[in-house]
């Protein structure tokens, strides 16, 4: 009896003492995100509720891109969905927003504003986004809010 406990337990014990499924070869960025999070302390649940696979294609990620919150939906104007993406990188901000800029520039939005941590770009109700970089625990923050018409 006692081997046969021993048998059914030791899956367990090791899934618990960290033998379980290494996320290295995993390929999801949202189980990666989930991975990465529990290795820090952050509940799966909440960093399962990171999946972007939704998001405009004109809402550019960093290479490195960390998700940490991801939201969006209807946001009460006729027609048109909104959403806000928070990341983190180990790219400096000023690389991270030169290169966002890039990138919204290239998806044919017409720039609006830029200083040294916000870019703003967009079309009239059709399709808008602001990017906002700082540091955070040494670290790049980076905030994209963005909006489109549906």
Not at 9 to 35: H, R
Not at 112 to 131: D, F, Q, T
């Amino acid at each position: 009896m006692a081997v046969r406990l021993a048998a059914l337990l030791a899956p367990l014990l090791l899934v618990g003492c960290g033998g379980g499924p290494s996320s290295d070869t995993v390929e999801d960025p949202t189980a990666q995100n989930v991975a990465a999070a529990a290795a820090n302390g952050i509940s799966a649940s909440v960093a399962a509720g990171t999946d972007c696979s939704n998001k405009p294609d004109f809402v550019p990620l960093y290479a490195d891109a960390q998700v940490t919150s991801c939201i969006s939906g209807p946001d009460g104007l006729p027609n048109h969905v909104s959403g806000t993406i928070v990341y983190t990188t180990a790219a400096t901000p000023k690389a991270v927003l030169g290169w966002s800029r890039s990138q919204i520039d290239a998806s044919g939005l017409a720039h609006r504003s830029l200083s040294e941590n916000k870019y703003e770009a967009g079309e009239e109700r059709r399709r808008s986004i602001m990017v906002v970089v700082d540091s955070y625990q040494g670290r790049t923050r980076v905030t994209l809010n963005w909006g489109r018409g549906i």
